[in-house]
């Protein structure tokens, strides 16, 4: 059973700092990660995938894949109230285009 | 504007009842995904389809049932023998290249 997992938070971080999520996933052969962002009661929204090792800069956001370790994780740099969410980590593996979600990281950023 | 359109956002279903939830896509997207999520958990598959007339079975699929006539649409129907389907029903499709998935807004179906 492939599996991606993630801490369920809260974590909780003072406007302005970095928020740091992270996600492993147990499938060795997974080619594409995402990060989505979910308000409450709305449906995920993409804000980062990445496809090679190494860190990819997206605005306050850096994803960062380590495919030995098995492991991608999320920076939000500068964090903001509005970044308070859930971030779902998804993993693609297979040859087709099927995405395996973790639960979830519940970020509350306070002011 | 392009996007992925699902109704209704919200449905009452009686026990026994079967209903469908409608999803249609404007991106010209090849492939659609119908997933579930429940309270406080990740997103679970139910099906999905890379191609029209053509779908596979996810890894909740029972007591669920799917078509794919068109491309622009993939009809969700949820019947009787689903034991627990109160939950929030999320569409999405991509394309084949980069396997980003981009979501409707959601569909959330009460049982009484």
């Known amino acids: 059973q492939k599996e991606v997992e993630q801490n369920s938070g809260p974590l909780s971080v003072p406007e302005g700092a970095i928020a740091s999520l992270n996600c492993t996933y147990s499938?060795?052969?997974?080619?594409?990660f995402f990060w989505y962002r979910q308000y409450s009661g709305k449906s995920p929204e993409l804000i980062m995938s990445?496809?090679?090792?190494g860190d990819k800069e997206d605005g306050r956001f850096t994803a960062q894949l380590n495919k030995a370790s098995q492991y991608v994780s999320l920076l939000i740099r500068d964090s903001q109230p509005s970044d308070s969410a859930t971030y779902l980590c998804a993993v693609r593996s297979g040859g087709y285009n099927k995405l395996i979600f973790g639960a979830g990281t519940r970020l509350a950023v306070h002011p | 504007d392009g996007g992925i359109t699902q109704s209704p956002k919200y449905l009452f279903r009686k026990e026994g009842q079967n209903v469908t939830l409608s999803c249609e896509q404007n991106l010209n997207h090849d492939a659609m995904y119908w997933y579930r999520q429940d309270p406080g958990q990740g997103l679970r598959l139910i099906y999905y389809?890379?191609?029209?007339?053509?779908?596979q079975k996810g890894d909740i699929a029972e007591g669920y049932s799917v078509s794919r006539e068109k491309k622009e649409s993939f009809p969700l129907t949820v019947t009787s023998a689903q034991k627990n389907p109160t939950a929030f029903y999320l569409c999405?499709?991509?394309?084949?290249?980069?396997?980003?998935?981009?979501f409707g807004e959601g569909s959330r179906l009460t049982v009484l």
């Open positions: 499938d060795r052969g997974s080619q594409s």
């Open positions: 389809s890379q191609i029209v007339n053509d779908f």
């Open positions: 990445i496809y090679s090792n």
């Open positions: 999405a499709s991509s394309t084949q290249n980069t396997g980003e998935l981009f």
